[in-house]
């Protein structure tokens, strides 16, 4: 009778049928259940009924362990820990780039007469040559000034080179992304960490979070001087500043890991420069070293090169799925049963294995792909088996929401889905 009372009140509060709760009930003591945190209800419900399942065929089968997938930036933290770490290489000097080659990297692989899709300030179309002429020249003064030794902050803040140099190659990062996508602005901003070693890089990586963890939270606004415009012209970027652990994402790792799961991150950020923050101990998330996934540079004696790694897939949308299937399927057999992310960069992998049993969306508000993803979790909330969740977010506080709708940066009202979707 007590059960069947349990059964019923799990199955009113998460909007599950009495079967799904039934599965959430029928557990030995061995199988934990998630932190309750900040989770959306009837998501958690639905998660500890995989996980239980999950468990339960483990123990039958023996050889077959579950595993989860998750996507990094903006999905298991709040923002993006390569985006913050180029705003830190920008306000540290941290560049290991001659600044004889310095256009060159930048330039590389970027068709130089092609023109950004985002106007100047003075509402002109530079091109990507212009822009690259800019920031090498800034480049080149700034290294020249600060050579011996690093820059105070207050000595950057007070030079107009630094401010056209912050503006312009951020401006640059963000045109490529809009005008040619991820597929050539993924690999263009990770090639700015050509020259370090991993010891050097994970140094790095290490005081861009720390920094990052202990901003606040904003749409940073840059411009560069209006009296010195350049070949490219005055340029105005946002860039999202300060990152957020988020508790619920490691504990529900935690939770899986102590279930029988393997956990991968998979994401379209630098590999090394997510495995700091997926895998030191302070930051809380434990994931070993080599269940993280992400883009790879070329190597030459343990130093990085401003090249990608040749045969391996460009970890983004179809490319996480490539690489899902050549590090995970081919040694396992079968796909996630968990898959968790954010964006039309994980849309291909939140929707095309058989074998996920739920996926994970966090609101942003996305259209797009994602979008349509994110309109079939809200139809199927209330629903048994529901193929795919939606997780709410505050993205003023970094904190989630107990509840699908997603608070925006400066705003007073809470949104289910995008305007567009």
Request: net charge negative; aromatic share 8%.
């Amino acid at each position: 009778m007590k059960d069947a009372m349990q059964i019923g009140a799990i199955a009113a509060m998460g909007c599950l049928t009495p079967a799904d709760a039934a599965v959430q009930t029928a557990t030995t003591s061995s199988v934990g259940m998630l932190d309750p945190g900040r989770w959306e209800p009837s998501a958690r419900f639905r998660i500890e009924s995989i996980i239980r399942k999950s468990a339960l065929e483990e123990a039958e089968q023996r050889f077959h362990r579950p595993y989860a997938v998750f996507d990094w930036d903006n999905t298991s933290i709040v923002n993006d820990t390569e985006e913050a770490l180029l705003l830190y290489q920008i306000e540290t000097l941290a560049f290991h780039i001659p600044s004889d080659k310095f256009i060159e990297v930048i330039l590389q692989n970027v068709p130089s007469s092609t023109a950004s899709a985002i106007p100047n300030e003075r509402g002109k179309f530079s091109t990507f040559h212009s822009l690259a002429v800019d920031v090498s020249a800034d480049y080149t003064a700034l290294k020249q000034r600060f050579a011996s030794l690093p820059p105070a902050p207050d000595e950057l803040q007070a030079s107009p080179r630094f401010h056209s140099f912050r503006a312009k190659l951020l401006f640059l990062y963000s045109a490529l992304d809009e005008t040619l996508g991820p597929n050539v602005a993924y690999p263009w901003v990770i090639n700015l960490l050509s020259g370090y070693t991993l010891d050097g890089l994970a140094r790095l990586a290490e005081e861009s979070n720390d920094t990052a963890l202990g901003d606040a939270l904003q749409l940073a606004v840059f411009r560069s001087p209006e009296d010195a415009p350049g070949a490219a012209g005055p340029v105005k970027v946002e860039h999202r500043r300060g990152i957020r652990i988020t508790s619920e994402i490691a504990s529900t790792m935690h939770t899986l890991r102590a279930n029988g799961f393997d956990v991968y991150v998979v994401s379209a950020s630098l590999e090394p420069v997510v495995a700091v923050f997926a895998s030191l101990p302070k930051y809380g998330y434990g994931i070993p070293r080599e269940h993280v996934f992400g883009l790879r540079m070329e190597e030459v004696n343990g130093t990085l090169q401003p090249y990608y790694r040749r045969n391996w897939p460009l970890v983004w949308g179809p490319g996480k799925v490539q690489l899902i299937r050549e590090q995970m399927i081919s040694a396992k057999g079968y796909g996630p049963t968990l898959v968790f992310g954010d964006s039309d960069g994980d849309f291909e992998m939140l929707s095309q294995f058989p074998d996920t049993a739920t996926g994970i969306i966090v609101n942003r508000l996305k259209s797009g792909k994602i979008g349509s993803l994110c309109r079939k979790a809200v139809e199927q909330s209330s629903k048994s088996g529901a193929r795919f969740l939606l997780q709410g977010r505050n993205e003023s506080t970094g904190l989630w929401r107990p509840e699908q709708t997603t608070l925006d940066l400066h705003v007073t009202q809470a949104k289910l889905l995008a305007d567009k979707t």
